[in-house]
């Protein structure tokens, strides 16, 4: 009981530190004590064929039964079975999800929170909402700009159904260049509730003070290398749980130093991102080979954040989605444009030559990373939306799809989106459709399996006696249990889109 009043008191405290800016809305989630979702079709997220039509059975946060659909009657109540056995179960909630797909709640990866973008913030649950309108119902955040006390409040906020959000896991970034110091840093990440460490250090000595001191507090490291001194191979044996994007990969197997122009400075971001296009080409094959082996001995996680960097390869693609629209706020549109003051927005002067070089990056790209997957590494799905025209929610989407172009099968996507993710942030109890596993949840509209596209909250087109109908679209999203109607909630951001268009003044005019 004092632990409870500690936890509320806590509670109550992070939410008075929120002053600045709309706080989120109190969630409309609700958790049943026994909610069946009836005759779906059920694909596990353990990399099984898809099974059914089945039963699922939640009591409170916790997956009770998957089995076999028995008709039901408009009480709830199942009818006799085919056997002749007579049940008496009755449910607070049921869900036909007749038609439809259920799997796992997605992972992503890399998700960082932002609650504003070129200075003019937007309502705190316009992202959270985009996630689980798009089934995601746990996110890794890499390291935000909003602070570890506000992402480690955002999570017990989100795990105690306060506000309408995923599971957050906040990682944290350290950056001292200094030993001691690091050290301090990582301490601290611990003691204010961080679950892990983002490094990017150029500086082999620091890093392994880090990992040191890492190492005895049980914090896992994510990295983010950059173009660098400390390529895969250093940071693998330095001890990282995973590498996030690919920078360090092909870096390690050139032999020498990069073969950037003579013009190129790293501190230039134009530069850095054109150039970063021509790495994998320069990369031999059998060091590739070697790197990849020693990822694999030291059990790293790759999270390769493809989508992020598909503009490069198609920019005017990337600039006109469809979804843009409805759901991306004006000021984050603003913030994609060209201008060398932001992270990210370096399209200017973006050649086809450009395009060209970038194309055979991501071909090469996906090659190894389907290699990767199948010599064992682990592979997951991971968005770092908000940056380069990729748009919370539709982007961890994308990333699934662009790993079908890499080959893989989407019963394998929807397990790098699910358990792989789960077994990478350590979680033992998510990312499994099972009995007694946690209620993480997605029920779609559509096979995922035909159309990757059915998740988009935007939908999908679809022919049924000679007519197109609109489908897709995740019908509910279940986190620990906690039932969330994924349209509403889509609802929702369209109208708190529709309102910052009205209210909010803008740095630059739409064209
Ligand atoms: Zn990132």
Same mark, same amino acid.
Request: aromatic share 10%; hydrophobic share 40%; proline share 6%.
């Given at each position: ?8 008191? @806590? $509670? ?18 609700? /958790?049943?004590? /026994? ?11 353990? #990399? ?7 039963? $699922? ?24 079975? @085919?056997?002749? %056995? ?12 007749? #038609? ?25 649950? =316009? ?25 480690? &409040?955002?999570?017990?906020? *989100? ?33 204010? #509730? ?8 150029? /500086? ?27 390529? %895969? ?13 690919? =920078? #360090? ?13 003579? =013009?190129?400075? !790293? ?15 320069? &990369?031999?094959?059998? /060091?590739? *080979? ?54 990210? *927005? ?42 380069? =025209? ?85 019908? !509910? ?32 005019? @739409?064209?």
């Amino acid at each position: 009981m004092a632990m409870r009043i500690a936890a509320i008191l @806590a $509670i109550a405290l992070a939410s008075t530190s929120f002053a600045q800016g709309t706080a989120p809305a109190p969630s409309s989630g609700v /958790r049943y004590n /026994r909610l069946l979702i009836r005759n779906a079709m059920v694909i596990d997220g353990a #990399g099984n064929p898809a099974r059914g039509p089945m039963d $699922i059975v939640v009591e409170g946060s916790t997956i009770r039964s998957v089995r076999p659909a028995r008709p039901i009657n408009e009480f709830g109540t199942p009818s006799r079975s @085919a056997t002749g %056995a007579a049940s008496a179960e009755t449910y607070d909630r049921v869900i036909d999800a007749t #038609g439809m797909y259920v799997t796992p709640g997605i992972i992503d990866m890399h998700g960082h929170i932002h609650f504003s973008r070129n200075g003019i913030s937007w309502p705190k649950d =316009y992202e959270y909402k985009l996630w689980l309108g798009h089934g995601i119902t746990t996110v890794r955040e890499p390291g935000s700009g909003e602070g570890m006390d506000t992402t480690v &409040a955002h999570a017990k906020l *989100s795990s105690a159904n306060r506000i309408a959000a995923p599971t957050i896991i906040p990682y944290v970034v350290v950056e001292s260049e200094n030993p001691d110091s690091a050290r301090a840093q990582v301490r601290r990440v611990k003691a204010g #509730g961080g679950a892990g460490l983002k490094l990017f250090i150029n /500086r082999p000595d620091v890093w392994a003070a880090i990992s040191d001191e890492a190492r005895k507090l049980d914090l896992p490291i994510a990295t983010d290398l950059k173009i660098q001194e400390v390529d %895969a191979i250093r940071a693998s044996q330095l001890g990282i749980r995973s590498l996030e994007h690919w =920078y #360090g990969i092909p870096d390690a197997a050139i032999p020498g130093p990069q073969r950037f122009p003579d =013009y190129y400075s !790293y501190d230039k971001e134009s530069d850095r991102f054109r150039w970063a296009g021509d790495l994998w080409r320069q &990369a031999d094959s059998a /060091r590739l *080979s070697a790197v990849l082996d020693t990822m694999l001995a030291h059990n790293v996680t790759w999270d390769p954040t493809l989508a992020v960097y598909e503009a490069n390869r198609d920019l005017d693609r990337a600039r006109t989605l469809p979804w843009f629209r409805e759901y991306a706020m004006p000021q984050l549109m603003a913030f994609y444009e060209p201008n060398p003051e932001r992270h990210g *927005s370096y399209h200017f002067d973006w050649t086809t030559a450009d395009e060209i070089m970038w194309r055979e990056n991501m071909r090469l790209w996906e090659k190894w990373l389907r290699e990767y997957a199948a010599r064992g590494g682990n592979v997951t799905i991971g968005s770092d939306a908000g940056f380069i =025209y990729h748009l919370y929610g539709f982007a961890t989407i994308r990333e699934m799809e662009l790993h079908q172009e890499a080959g893989f099968h989407p019963i394998e996507i929807i397990q790098q989106a699910t358990s792989n993710g789960a077994k990478a942030l350590g979680l033992s109890n998510t990312g499994i459709v099972r009995p007694g596993f946690m209620a993480d949840l997605a029920i779609i509209d559509g096979n995922p399996l035909h159309n990757m596209k059915v998740f988009y909250g935007t939908g999908v087109d679809v022919e049924r006696d000679g007519k197109v109908e609109h489908r897709g679209g995740v019908r !509910y999203t279940i986190k620990q249990g906690i039932l969330f109607d994924a349209q509403r909630l889509l609802a929702d951001v369209r109208r708190m889109v529709e309102e910052a268009k009205r209210s909010t003044p803008q740095t630059k005019a @739409a064209p």
